[in-house]
């Protein structure tokens, strides 16, 4: 009987709370439209641009732009509204009204973000989904492009080569990568030896600030300008667009990928890339993968070398065969392509896929996943790969990626933009699980795995900090509950992400946040000082 009354409670419990979510929800729909219509936004405009739990698309709006299943299940907090804005009216309005009705406002673009903070909090919130501010404006001419937040990567690398198949722009491999998020993250990608970040091209940018004001480059000064290029825009404000620089690509562009078994010396191949990687040519940017494998019933790690070389193949032989040699890169390894398709090549395309697949939103599947990052700075020995290789099988699932640095990344000062992450770098690595499998266990057991191979890693990574890269957002390494002592929290993960750039993040936020608006889980802290003139004096 007690049993019986504990489930009757239980379930009373459930519908009770369920109840009370939906009453809140709809008290913040209320507010927010009052609000909006108070801001002199038509109500006929409105209620296009709302979505609250009882409209019948609000479920395929929230989901569409979900790229991590952890965050997709029937537990997961779920937003009091969405607002979908056509317009900067519509953000500068959303933003007024979130901070006069003191609701958490996330700012989602692609919904890349690892860990979900853009569509995810344990507070009472809204989505701001940047999806319909999306337009792209090329000029060749000029080698620039004004870009909105809401587009994605695959959409901007489509109207480039529209346009002309001499320009591009360095950015990340992942068609679907939405603009707002990766760029004010830093944005890396496959030509960052030779053209360093997607931030490093930024030459101007329009924002909505915390008072509901849009401002440009000019307006807005050079102290927010350079937080919102890799400090994270969504601390500072909402990123409607960036002007970027294009820059020159050639004609013919050569791609390839080999795989190192066990058995064929992968381990000597790894321990020569480490090597080089900082000494390559600038037009040549190699990706290590590291995956566990089962070969013949035997558990072994695979090494796969994918590369890109801005050039051709007989120039990129020349290089690989003198300075690389353990690689043992073949003329019929390698592919020569425009680079358009060297675009599709490395989003896994075949290679008769035509570029119109660039224009698809929506990712071919969405897998449970976590993510973590570490930077290397001198080699890992021969005895340590070994050991490495070994825990990698041991573990189970756990994926390693090594992402080259050195070229032009040697060359720019670590205070340029908020990444800090510049010379003495030999490569970034990117700790990688999906699964398919659903529920806690599962979640709990791969979560685990990442995890115990990031601690076995902490010997041979960066120290004091140990860095890690913003846009592989990863919770592990500190959250701020953005209460009065969020700026010691936050210069737990802060440092790790901006090193001695986090100050500066710091008193910037303080000076065009002082209410912290923008505020999530990882972000920029305001000083405990906030609107004091004691404050105001630092600052």
């Not at 002007?243 to 080999?258: A, D, Q, W, Y």
């Not at 070994?386 to 640095?405: A, D, H, W």
């Amino acid at each position: 009987m007690e049993k019986v009354h504990l489930l009757l409670l239980s379930i009373f419990l459930y519908f009770l709370n369920a109840f009370a979510s939906t009453c809140a929800a709809y008290s913040i729909h209320k507010s927010f439209v009052q609000c909006l219509s108070d801001n002199k936004i038509p109500s006929c405009q409105i209620s296009k641009i709302i979505y609250t739990p009882k409209n019948p698309s609000f479920t395929t709006v929230l989901q569409s732009y979900i790229r991590n299943r952890r965050f997709n299940v029937s537990t997961t907090p779920k937003p009091s509204i969405i607002i979908t804005p056509t317009s900067e009216i519509h953000v500068s309005a959303a933003v007024i009204c979130a901070k006069k009705l003191k609701t958490q406002l996330k700012i989602r673009s692609g919904g890349h973000d690892y860990e979900g903070i853009s569509y995810v909090s344990d507070t009472k919130f809204v989505i701001l989904d940047m999806f319909n501010l999306r337009s792209i404006n090329v000029s060749v001419q000029d080698r620039t492009a004004w870009v909105e937040s809401g587009a994605l990567l695959g959409e901007l690398y489509y109207r480039i080569t529209e346009n002309t198949n001499l320009l591009g722009f360095p950015a990340g491999i992942c068609p679907t990568l939405g603009i707002g998020g990766h760029i004010s993250g830093g944005g890396y990608g496959n030509m960052i030896r030779k053209y360093g970040l997607s931030v490093d091209h930024v030459v101007d940018a329009k924002i909505v600030d915390a008072n509901g004001r849009v401002l440009d480059r000019k307006s807005m000064g050079e102290d927010l300008f350079w937080a919102i290029r890799g400090g994270g825009g969504a601390s500072f404000g909402v990123v409607l667009a960036y002007k970027i620089n294009l820059v020159p690509v050639p004609e013919t562009v050569t791609v390839f990928s080999v795989q190192k078994e066990a058995s064929q010396n992968a381990t000597d191949a790894v321990f020569q890339y480490q090597q080089i990687v900082d000494k390559m040519d600038k037009d040549l940017f190699i990706r290590v993968l590291l995956q566990p494998v089962t070969l013949n019933k035997t558990r072994s790690v695979r090494a796969t070398f994918i590369g890109m070389f801005l050039g051709n193949s007989d120039r990129l032989l020349s290089i690989t065969g003198s300075l690389f040699p353990e690689l043992g890169l073949q003329k019929p390894d390698c592919h020569e392509m425009n680079w358009i398709y060297s675009v599709l090549y490395w989003s896994n395309f075949d290679n008769v896929t035509s570029p119109n697949v660039l224009l698809n939103r929506s990712p071919d599947s969405v897998n449970f996943l976590k993510r973590k990052s570490d930077y290397v700075q001198t080699p890992i020995s021969k005895p340590g790969l070994e050991k490495l290789f070994n825990k990698m099988v041991e573990i189970g699932k756990v994926g390693l990626v090594f992402n080259s640095y050195g070229g032009v990344m040697s060359e720019i000062d670590e205070s340029a933009t908020p990444f800090p992450h510049r010379a003495g770098n030999l490569f970034k690595i990117q700790y990688s699980v999906n699964w398919k499998e659903e529920g806690e266990e599962a979640d709990k057991d791969y979560v685990a795995q990442i995890r115990e191979l990031y601690s076995f890693m902490e010997p041979y990574v960066s120290k004091n900090p140990r860095q890690a890269f913003l846009n592989y957002r990863d919770l592990d390494i500190g959250t701020t509950d953005n209460s009065n002592n969020s700026y010691e929290q936050g210069k737990i993960y802060g440092e790790k992400y901006f090193k001695g750039n986090f100050d500066r993040l710091v008193k910037i936020k303080t000076r065009v946040d002082p209410d912290n608006v923008f505020r999530n889980e990882q972000s920029i802290p305001v000083l405990p000082c906030g609107r004091t003139n004691a404050c105001m004096k630092i600052l």
